[in-house]
C-alpha cells in the first residue's frame, strides 16, 4: 500500500520501513530534516482508495497548520491537481472512493472533545511532543472500524525530541515501546536525500548546544535547564511520612484559553514538612472560568481532606480582598483558609526552593504531574508560564514559616506574622 496516486514521490528507504509496519502505534523521525512531514501525510494517504476510510492529523494550533510547507500547504501540493476535493470549512479532503483525510488542531485541553462521537481508522499527531499524554491517549477513543474491514487501525505520529511532552513520548516509545509494540523509526538529516544537506546543516549551527543535539542527533536524553533548577536534584519517590505538615496553596487564574491565545493557569500545590525535608505530594493545574476555578479549588479540598490549611495567593488591592472573602465564605466554608500576601519578585521567592532542591531536601511524590512541573520549574525564568512555580513556592513559604514557628521562643524577634495556623 505504499504505491498511490495522491503521493507524488517515492518514500525514502525509512519512511517506506514507518509506512509499511503492522503495529497500531508508530513514532517517525527524532531529528530535524528527515521527512516526518511527509512520512505522515503518505501514511494518512495509503487507504484513501477504500470507501468510508477515515484519516485524521493534528498539530497544536490552527496556525501550527497553515504555515508555508507545514502539513495541510503540503496537502494541497500534493492533492490540488488530483480529483481528491477540498472543503475549506471542513478543513477534510474527499477523495472518490468517499474516504476523508482532515486537518485538524488540539489547542487546549477540551479541545479533545470536539471529537467525540467521531470514527477514524488512522489518527496523525505532527509533533508530538507538544501535546499533552491525556490529549493523544484521548483519541484512541476515535479509533474504530466495522467488523470485517481491511483497512488497519493506526495511530501514527511524529516528532523530535524537546517540548512539554518530551518525557511522557520518551517513555511511551523509547523506554515501553519495544515491549508495548510501539516502533520507534528514527530517522536523521542524512536519511532524506530530497533535503539540501549541507545549508540546512548550516541553519542548525545557529542554534544553542542542546536544541541542536536533539534536532540535529535526535537525543533523547539531553534536556535544558533553568538558572534556578536541575532535574537530577529532586529525588522521586513514592510515598512521604504521613506525620507531615501539609500545606495546599493556591495561584489562580481564571481565563479559558481560547484560539490564538496562551492564557495563565489556575495552579495548586500539595506540599509537605518533616525535619527540614519536603515533599510535593501533588500538583493540580487548569484553565477554567471563574466558576470552574471555584469547583476545581473546592473538589481539591475535599480530596485533600480537612486537616490541610489551605492559603491563595492574594492580588493586591481590594479586588484581592474579595476574592479572599469570596473564597472564605461561598467556596471553602468549614476548612482552614487563609489569604496571603505576596512580597518581592517570583525570582527572589523561589530562591529558597531553589536552595532546598539544590541540597536534595525536596521530594517529589511519583504522580502523572511530575513531567509538566519540571519542564516549568527547570525553564523558569524563561519558560512562558509560572503558575505552577508561584504555587511551589507559596507552598514552600507557608511551612517555612510554620516551621520557624515551631522553634521560635518569640515568633516577633524573627519577625514572623501571626498568619494562618499555628503548628
Keep these: 500500500m505504499i504505491e498511490n496516486q495522491y503521493i507524488p514521490h517515492d518514500p525514502t528507504p525509512k519512511q517506506a520501513e514507518f509506512l509499511l509496519l503492522p503495529n497500531k502505534e508508530s513514532l517517525y523521525g527524532g531529528a530535524a530534516g528527515g521527512g516526518k512531514s511527509d512520512a505522515l501525510l503518505m501514511a494518512a494517504l495509503q487507504y484513501v482508495d477504500v470507501p468510508g476510510y477515515a484519516a485524521i492529523i493534528f498539530r497544536r494550533t490552527y496556525k501550527d497548520l497553515a504555515l508555508p510547507g507545514a502539513l495541510m500547504d503540503r496537502a494541497h501540493g500534493w492533492l490540488d491537481e488530483t480529483d481528491a476535493h477540498w472543503s475549506e470549512n471542513a478543513k477534510t479532503w474527499t477523495f472518490p472512493s468517499g474516504a476523508t483525510l482532515t486537518f485538524a488542531y488540539l489547542a487546549t485541553e477540551n479541545d479533545k472533545y470536539n471529537y467525540q462521537g467521531a470514527e477514524f481508522q488512522f489518527i ?18 476515535r479509533l474504530r472500524r466495522l467488523k470485517g474491514s481491511r483497512v488497519p487501525l493506526r495511530a501514527r505520529v511524529a516528532s523530535n525530541p524537546g517540548g512539554r511532552g518530551h518525557e511522557w513520548v520518551k517513555q511511551r516509545y523509547l523506554i515501553e515501546g519495544p515491549d508495548k509494540g510501539r516502533i520507534f523509526v528514527p530517522a536523521k538529516l542524512e536519511d532524506n536525500p530530497y533535503l539540501d544537506t ?20 535526535g537525543d533523547w536524553d539531553v534536556l535544558p535547564d533553568g538558572n534556578k533548577f536541575k532535574r537530577h536534584w529532586f529525588k522521586i519517590v513514592d510515598e512521604y511520612p504521613k506525620d507531615a505538615r501539609l500545606v495546599r496553596y493556591w495561584d489562580l487564574a481564571a481565563t479559558e484559553p ?12 500539595l506540599m509537605a514538612e518533616k525535619d527540614g525535608q519536603y515533599w510535593i505530594i501533588d500538583v493540580r493545574r487548569d484553565r477554567l472560568s471563574p466558576k470552574g476555578v471555584e469547583q476545581m479549588v473546592y473538589n481539591t479540598a475535599t480530596m485533600d481532606g480537612r486537616e490541610v490549611p489551605i492559603y491563595m495567593e492574594q492580588e493586591p488591592g481590594s479586588s484581592g480582598v474579595n476574592t479572599i472573602d ?22 527572589i521567592r523561589l530562591n529558597p526552593v531553589s536552595a532546598a532542591a539544590e541540597r536534595g531536601n525536596i521530594h517529589l511524590v511519583r504522580g502523572t504531574w511530575i513531567n509538566e512541573f519540571l519542564d516549568e520549574l527547570c525553564s523558569f525564568p524563561e519558560g512562558s508560564h509560572d503558575d505552577m512555580c508561584d504555587a511551589c513556592s507559596g507552598a514552600f513559604t507557608k511551612l517555612v514559616e510554620g516551621r520557624e514557628r515551631k522553634f521560635a521562643v518569640n515568633p516577633h524577634v524573627i519577625g514572623v506574622k501571626r498568619e494562618g495556623p499555628r503548628y
Excluded at 496523525?124 to 477513543?141: A, I, K, N, V
Excluded at 481560547?258 to 500545590?269: S, V, Y
Excluded at 482552614?336 to 518581592?344: I, L, Q
Aim: hydrophobic content about 30%; proline content about 3%.
Design 258 to 269: 481560547k484560539q490564538g491565545r496562551d492564557p495563565d493557569w489556575t495552579a495548586g500545590c
Design 198 to 217: 549541507e545549508e540546512y546543516e548550516l541553519s542548525l549551527l545557529e542554534l544553542d548546544p542542546v536544541t541542536r543535539a536533539q534536532l540535529r542527533s
Design 124 to 141: 496523525g499527531f505532527d509533533e508530538l511532543t507538544q501535546f499533552e499524554e491525556s490529549q493523544y491517549r484521548y483519541l484512541f477513543s
Design 326 to 347: 469570596y473564597y472564605a465564605r461561598y467556596i471553602l466554608v468549614g476548612y482552614a483558609f487563609y489569604g496571603h500576601n505576596t512580597t518581592g519578585s517570583k525570582e
